[in-house]
């Protein structure tokens, strides 16, 4: 049973921008950290962003800062990746996964299918 869908990725060229969404179906992510991470060919796994519902608050990756936002929308359940100025480099399989205290210790009660993000010229 998927929990999480993402969804939103694509071909881009450099310099473009995708918005990534992560819907949940079955619970709610009022009370959850919510985290972004990719997986590229040939390198390891790697934490994109993340957000605690809790209290808001917000952490990114050096490599995304000041590129890429993510946001809740507790009325659609869902959670959001803007990525902007987008790179060859974030190139990869994006995940999103959910869980109490996500952000800081990344043991997921919940997870899903990813969504393919290329950039390219």
């Known amino acids: 049973e998927v929990q999480l869908q993402a969804s939103g990725g694509g071909l881009v060229r450099p310099g473009g921008s995708l918005r990534l969404s992560c819907a949940a179906s079955?619970?709610?992510?009022?009370?959850?950290?919510i985290g972004w991470y990719r997986q590229a060919p040939g390198k390891e796994r790697e934490g994109v962003a993340c957000i605690d519902n809790r209290d808001g608050r917000r952490y990114y990756v050096e490599s995304v800062k000041g590129r890429f936002t993510i946001s809740s929308d507790n009325a659609a359940n869902t959670v959001n990746l803007q990525m902007n100025d987008l790179r060859p480099g974030d190139t990869g399989v994006y995940h999103c996964l959910a869980g109490p205290e996500y952000c800081s210790d990344g043991i997921a009660d919940y997870w899903g299918q990813g969504t393919q993000v290329t950039v390219s010229s």
């Open positions: 079955g619970f709610r992510f009022d009370d959850l950290a």
